[in-house]
């Protein structure tokens, strides 16, 4: 049977390197729509939660992983003995950044190293892992050809980019659009017609570095559009008088060339604050500045710094010095209603803080319930009236949907709002200091 055939009647087995906040619900699709899922993990602690029916990953159905894993279409284990059983194989590995921020591409290269050992003639090996035009063609596809197997001939092997967002309840794995380029017409046909099987929309594109350098545009664009806002929303706190929020609500009301964005202390995840990086090094081998991700990143990684200064200068003019002040920050998550701290704006405020000599801060985050900010470790505490009543500063730097900000504003004497959380809150807005109002 081809692989074709494989696909269309479900036989084909899938393969999932790497279960996170990627691969985990791309398995989980695989299995629900009936094909036999095997996810590959290093982390152990993984392999057996998904095994044990465990999940942990909010965005994944609860109901749906469960039926995956009892009716055995999705099972996780902590090697890669299985790949040659394997029909197709995504790759779904972190990329981050060196602490230099350059590209660490060694997660991609472990894992096509693994799948070399097992590769066999016909397989599909897809990779989702955002990284920098060339990956595919140029360090995947030659690990894989060392077997003697050939792309195109005896093996197929693509790109196609990951879209997901973490806690967007419109926009999920099933319907979001999916672009897909592979080294050979087939290599693509073979991609699109699997992902198919799970997305209602494929994009076929003439190759992996189309497909690649488009992800990193989506993610440059989101970068710069952010740092823009950032910046306007500092000129408007400079300028005075006018509000960056309101002027963003207006401009959204055109309805053609222009896409919201807003201000906020700064971005982090895996996504927008690495990959633009993984291009800007990528052109230095070109003897070309990328200006555009340059000064996005600038700005918005000072972002931190201004929040942190606007919460000192706040201080400064209360009662308490700095070092007693108790200074309570709502939500350490990069972004609202997820539980990823990676890279996050509002730990980067808290060590900023901490740094300067701010010796109580509390946090709460109802995702969250422990942090590690300058090597300490800090547990979320409960959020409370008598815990807004004592604090000095309550800082807000990720909007969750579930907190409540009229009884935050009722019970704090003051709060600074980095992402415009309490704009419904009619009383005691005297006591707010919001990022970009211009006051
Ligand atoms: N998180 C997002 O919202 C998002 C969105 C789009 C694209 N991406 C991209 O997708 C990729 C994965 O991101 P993520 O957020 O899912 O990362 P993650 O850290 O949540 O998950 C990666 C998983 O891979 C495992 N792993 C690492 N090396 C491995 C190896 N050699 N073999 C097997 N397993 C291995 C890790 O244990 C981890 O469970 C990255 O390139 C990221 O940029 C992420």
Not at 44 to 52: D, L, S, T, Y
């Amino acid at each position: 049977m081809t692989l074709e055939q494989r696909i269309s009647t479900k036989q084909a087995r899938v393969g999932v390197v790497g279960l996170g906040y990627v691969g985990l619900p791309l398995a989980v699709e695989f299995a629900s729509r009936g094909f036999e899922t095997i996810g590959i993990d290093l982390d152990q602690e993984k392999v057996h939660a998904i095994n044990a029916g465990r999940k942990y990953i909010a965005d994944v159905e609860e109901r749906k992983f469960a039926a995956c894993v009892k009716s055995g279409k999705l099972t996780a284990r902590g090697d890669y003995e299985c790949v040659n059983s394997l029909d197709a194989v995504y790759i779904c590995v972190p990329t981050p950044f060196t602490p230099h921020k350059e590209p660490d591409i060694s997660y991609i290269i472990h894992a096509a190293t693994e799948i070399s050992k097992k590769l066999r003639k016909g397989q599909l090996i897809i990779l989702k892992s955002t990284t920098f035009p060339g990956t595919t063609e140029e360090y995947v596809q030659p690990i894989l050809e060392k077997t003697g197997l050939k792309v195109g001939r005896d093996f197929h092997l693509a790109f196609s980019p990951e879209r997901i967002d973490p806690g967007n309840k419109k926009w999920t794995t099933a319907n979001t659009p999916v672009v897909i380029g592979g080294v050979t017409k087939k290599c693509t046909e073979l991609t699109c017609k699997l992902t198919e099987q799970i997305v209602a929309t494929v994009v076929p594109v003439s190759s992996p570095k189309i497909a690649e350098m488009e992800k990193l545009l989506e993610n440059i664009f989101r970068s710069v559009n952010i740092a823009l806002v950032n910046e306007l929303a500092r000129l408007c706190d400079r300028m005075g008088g006018i509000n960056m929020w309101e002027v963003v609500e207006a401009a959204s009301t055109k309805p053609f060339g222009f896409m919201p964005f807003y201000p906020g202390p700064g971005i982090g995840g895996h996504c927008i604050l690495i990959d633009p990086y993984y291009l800007e090094w990528l052109a230095r081998k070109y003897d070309f500045q990328t200006n555009f991700i340059a000064l996005a990143a600038e700005t918005n990684e000072s972002m931190p710094f201004y929040v942190k200064d606007i919460v000192l200068r706040e201080i400064s003019m209360r009662p308490v010095p700095l070092r007693n002040a108790k200074i309570l920050v709502l939500g350490v998550a990069f972004k609202k209603d997820v539980d990823d701290t990676r890279h996050s704006p509002a730990l980067r405020v808290m060590e900023l803080l901490h740094m300067d000599g701010a010796r109580n801060i509390v946090y709460n985050d109802p995702f969250v319930p422990t942090a590690q900010i300058d090597g300490l470790e800090f547990k979320s505490v409960p959020l409370t009236k008598s815990l807004l009543r004592s604090s000095d500063c309550v800082l807000i730097t990720t909007d969750h949907s579930s907190y409540d900000y009229d009884f935050i504003v009722q019970h704090a004497k003051l709060i600074i709002d980095t992402r415009n959380a309490t704009k419904h809150v009619k009383e005691g807005r005297e006591k707010i200091v919001l990022l970009g109002d211009g006051r």
